[in-house]
């Protein structure tokens, strides 16, 4: 006897024993084999029905994973636009600012070149960079 994981054209898969590899390629060609969901009878064989369903279960942490650090970024974001100052494309301008003269002393978001942050932090000056996701891209 032999265990074929069968797939389906509606996606489901399920077990199906034979008394031997032939055996299911006879009952294949005469389409015999039906799926025991639908009773379709577009059913193959799914020989790396293992290693498949691990990959698909690795994809879909992998994208709950994705969303949640999307979420925090969106966190992170809303965090951001509450406590800091919008100083857009002066952000290396008003960082310096900020970091030569101490009087002033709160936050700023806005926008810089990888070059703009490199030179920042050469000088000292606190940067984080993090990725500025869409509240809608979720
Ligand atoms: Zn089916």
Known sequence: MIKYNLVCECEKTFESWFSSSDEYDVLKRK?????????????????????LSSKTNKTFKNTRLEKNIKKQFVKIRRYIEKNCTDVGDNFPYEARNIHYDKRISKGIYGKATPEDTAELLEEGIEVTTIPWINKSDN
């Open 31 to 51: 389409k015999l084999i039906n799926c025991i969901y639908c009773d379709s009878t577009s059913v193959k064989k799914s020989v790396m029905a293992p290693n």
